[in-house]
């Protein structure tokens, strides 16, 4: 084969392996390009969540929680000028690894008013008016208490940690 006809058929043949790796390389970085995009929608996914959970935190539904460093009662207060329709509300508490939840049935709660939640206890004679949490068992000092207040439409009204303390 004559010289020229071999470089002609050698040049044919590095031109369509630079093809092959052209190709190889682009189907690489559509690949990348994928997983990039899909890595994006999964950050914008978390930071809308997390600016909703944001905007919860800062929702200011004029609704205050309490709690008795005694360790027996935890209060709900109203402190906008509105009345709030508790019905089908939760009032959440994580603590030890434990999570309770308190559902109010019927309840009104005039504006600047509060309700108390009792721990239940040997003694039954709670103020008329008042709630008892019939699952709810007294904390210890020390214990970190979650407590998240939801309305009927499980929107964050009011979060609240707090550390008990000593009597």
Same mark, same amino acid.
């Given at each position: 084969?004559?010289?020229?006809?071999?470089?002609?058929?050698?040049?044919?043949?590095?031109?369509?392996?630079?093809?092959?790796?052209?190709?190889?390389?682009?189907?690489?970085?559509?690949?990348?390009?994928?997983?990039? +995009?899909?890595?994006? #929608?999964? $950050?914008?996914? *978390?930071?809308?969540?997390?600016?909703? &959970?944001? @905007?919860? =935190?800062?929702?200011?539904?004029?609704?205050?929680? +309490?709690?008795?460093? #005694?360790? $027996?009662?935890? *209060?709900?207060?109203?402190?906008?000028? &509105?009345? @709030?329709? =508790?019905?089908?509300?939760?009032?959440?508490?994580?603590?030890?690894?434990?999570?309770?939840?308190?559902?109010?049935?019927?309840?009104?709660?005039?504006?600047?008013?509060?309700?108390?939640?009792?721990?239940?206890?040997?003694?039954?004679?709670?103020?008329?008016?008042?709630?008892?949490?019939?699952?709810?068992?007294?904390?210890?000092?020390?214990?970190?208490?979650?407590?998240?207040?939801?309305?009927?439409?499980?929107?964050?009204?009011?979060?609240?940690?707090?550390?008990?303390?000593?009597?």
């Amino acid at each position: 084969m004559p010289r020229f006809q071999t470089e002609v058929s050698k040049g044919a043949e590095e031109e369509g392996e630079a093809e092959k790796e052209a190709e190889d390389l682009k189907k690489q970085l559509e690949n990348e390009t994928k997983e990039f +995009e899909e890595q994006l #929608q999964q $950050e914008k996914t *978390r930071r809308e969540r997390a600016e909703r &959970e944001l @905007k919860d =935190l800062r929702t200011d539904s004029g609704m205050d929680i +309490e709690v008795d460093q #005694q360790r $027996e009662y935890i *209060r709900l207060r109203n402190s906008s000028t &509105e009345d @709030k329709q =508790l019905k089908q509300w939760d009032l959440s508490l994580h603590i030890r690894e434990t999570n309770k939840k308190y559902r109010f049935e019927e309840l009104l709660l005039k504006a600047g008013r509060h309700v108390t939640i009792w721990v239940p206890k040997c003694d039954p004679s709670y103020p008329a008016g008042d709630l008892v949490w019939k699952d709810l068992k007294p904390w210890s000092p020390g214990d970190t208490l979650w407590f998240t207040l939801r309305n009927n439409k499980r929107v964050i009204q009011h979060r609240l940690c707090v550390k008990s303390t000593d009597r």
